[in-house]
């Protein structure tokens, strides 16, 4: 069964102030690892989706790398903007499933 | 295109009535995704659709669950009867050739409270 953990559950950074999000994974046979942003109250956004170890994709101040057993979404210089839940999730062989991590609550603080 | 729809967006009922959720996906996608999210268990999927048919509905927690997509523009999520363990969020989300070639889209979520 497919599983994805993610770290750390919350974290607050100050405006500018630059960290990671792990999300570390097992599933049989991978066909992609996606990375999602939810606000309250809204669905899950997609943000990005890394299908191959050492593969790297980046949008404004954010940038998803992946290995065979996690990947991490670097924040750089961020803004109370990017505030939100982040949500990593994989497909693998064999159906048509997405398994999702439980997210990281980020706060980023004026 | 306006998105997944879903609604009602909030509903609050009591223990032992019935639920029906709706979800109008986005034109043109062929499977749709009916997931439910708890702050215990994030999110969870229930069951999928492709071409209107039911792929896997092992995610759903019982029988007092069922989904039907009578349409390519049209499903529902039904509990009858409803517990109060049911209360979460459940979102509907479609793509347009399965999760590995393009992705979600999801709706804006049915809040549930069953009290």
């Known amino acids: 069964e497919d599983q994805v953990t993610q770290s750390p559950e919350a974290l607050r950074l100050q405006e500018g102030e630059s960290s990671s999000l792990n999300c570390s994974y097992t599933?049989?046979?991978?066909?992609?690892l996606f990375w999602y942003r939810q606000d309250p109250g809204k669905g899950p956004e997609f943000l990005f989706t890394l299908y191959s170890a050492g593969e790297e994709k980046e949008k404004e101040r954010l940038k998803a790398t992946l290995t065979k057993k996690e990947s991490f979404l670097h924040i750089t210089a961020p803004k109370p903007e990017d505030s939100a839940t982040y949500l990593c999730?994989?497909?693998?062989?064999?159906?048509?499933?997405?398994?999702f991590g439980t997210g990281t609550r980020l706060t980023i603080i004026p | 295109d306006a998105g997944v729809i879903q609604s009602p967006r909030h509903e609050v009922t009591e223990m032992g009535q019935e639920v029906t959720l709706r979800c109008k996906p986005i034109?043109?996608?062929?499977?749709l995704f009916w997931y439910r999210q708890t702050m215990m268990r994030g999110l969870e999927l229930l069951i999928y659709?492709?071409?209107?048919?039911?792929?896997?509905d092992s995610g759903m927690p019982e029988d007092r669950f069922s989904a039907k997509m009578p349409n390519a523009s049209f499903s529902t999520l039904k509990i009858q009867p409803s517990e109060p363990r049911d209360s979460a969020v459940y979102f509907c989300?479609?793509?347009?050739?399965?999760?590995?070639?393009?992705?979600?889209?999801f709706g804006a979520g049915s809040r549930l409270t069953v009290l």
């Open positions: 599933v049989s046979g991978l066909r992609g």
């Open positions: 999730a994989v497909h693998g062989f064999g159906n048509e499933k997405l398994t």
């Open positions: 034109s043109g996608h062929d499977y």
């Open positions: 659709f492709n071409n209107n048919v039911p792929i896997d």
């Open positions: 989300a479609s793509s347009s050739t399965g999760v590995g070639a393009n992705v979600l889209t």
